[in-house]
């Protein structure tokens, strides 16, 4: 099942953000073959980074919440909250999606 994970940065956490950036991509890289969208949530200014949006088949539950849990924005202690929901996707992507090729 797809779940969804919303997951919002701690006011203070820009910096801490750009820092652990790197090993945040390298952890979602390995999960790329299961990612339905991933990205950050921005603020109104569609510039800084408050969180994060993904999207991602696991096989439960508490595998998606084992996962998150070993994220490296998780243990560094980026987000003030976390959210996890299954996801059923029932709209065919136009918006905000490159075509294919």
Known sequence: MIYALYLV???DGA??????????????????????????????????MVGSLLAIDFESREA???WIADEPFTKAGLYASTAVHGFVNLWPQKAGFPPAP
Do not use: N, S
């Open 9 to 11: 940065d701690r006011p």
């Open 15 to 48: 910096e801490l953000r750009q820092r652990v950036r790197p090993a945040h991509k390298d952890y979602l890289a390995k999960m790329a073959g299961r990612i339905a969208f991933a990205g950050p949530l921005v603020a109104d200014d569609g510039q800084a």
């Open 64 to 66: 998606a919440q084992a």
